[in-house]
């Protein structure tokens, strides 16, 4: 069976300090991967979607980026953190390759910026 | 644009029914229902696509109207299980989707 691993689970960074969260999936080749945003009280917010290797879509202007370096991981990064930033933010996948296919959701992590 | 949900809360007793609606102002490709408890990640329920089909997990369904651009969530004899915020999520294309702001449910003994 398919799984989706995340961490960490918790992150308290200063502002102006970089991130780095990471994001695999096991059991599936290929997937679609999702980073996804979501704060306090709110919905979730797609920041990055990704069909392959090196393959990156970008939703939003922000101050984060995203890479694929390998088929089954995602990781989500930023050069200097902003307050922001904070959020609770999701990694996802999908089958890849065929429409309408259910998301399946890490653990998140909770993302403080102090 | 994010989809409307609404209500935004509700409270429910074991047992009762609710029905909560998703609208767009864009033609809907597809609807995703998700359900997330406090403090966890977003599950799968389920999803609409085109043609108005009612799917349902366990005792919880949902319809796809196309030409009003909405899907509703129902959920029938609720249990305690049940409480959570639900989302819709519509489908811009090949899974990018516009989350709505979510539907608190809060199903007490």
């Known amino acids: 069976s398919q799984t989706i691993h995340q961490w960490p689970a918790t992150l308290v960074q200063p502002v102006g300090s970089p991130l780095s969260l990471e994001c695999t999936v096991e059991?599936?080749?290929?997937?679609?991967l999702y980073w996804y945003r979501q704060a306090a009280g709110r919905g979730l917010q797609l920041l990055f979607y990704?069909?392959?290797?090196?393959?990156i879509s970008s939703e939003v202007p922000q101050n984060l980026s995203a890479s694929r370096p390998q088929d089954r991981q995602f990781i989500l990064s930023s050069k200097k953190l902003l307050l922001s930033d904070s959020g609770f933010y999701l990694c996802?996948?999908?089958?890849?390759?065929?429409?309408?296919?259910?998301?399946?959701f890490g653990d998140g992590t909770r993302l403080s910026i102090l | 644009q994010q989809p409307v949900q609404s209500p935004q809360a509700v409270i429910l007793r074991e047992g009762e029914d609710a029905v909560i609606n998703c609208s767009s102002s864009?033609?809907?490709?597809?609807v995703h229902w998700y359900r997330q408890k406090h403090g966890e990640a977003p599950v799968f329920l389920m999803i609409?696509?085109?043609?108005?089909e009612q799917k349902g997990h366990e005792k919880i369904s949902a319809s796809f109207n196309e030409k009003k651009q909405q899907s509703s969530l129902y959920l029938t004899a609720s249990q305690l299980s049940y409480s959570g915020t639900y989302f819709c999520?519509?489908?811009?294309?090949?899974?990018?989707?516009?989350f709505g702001a979510g539907t608190q449910v809060v199903v007490t003994p």
């Open positions: 996802a996948w999908s089958v890849g390759d065929r429409d309408n296919q259910p998301q399946h």
């Open positions: 059991g599936t080749s290929n997937p679609n």
């Open positions: 990704s069909v392959g290797i090196g393959q």
């Open positions: 864009k033609a809907l490709y597809s």
């Open positions: 609409l696509l085109k043609g108005g």
């Open positions: 999520g519509t489908d811009r294309s090949w899974g990018k989707l516009q």
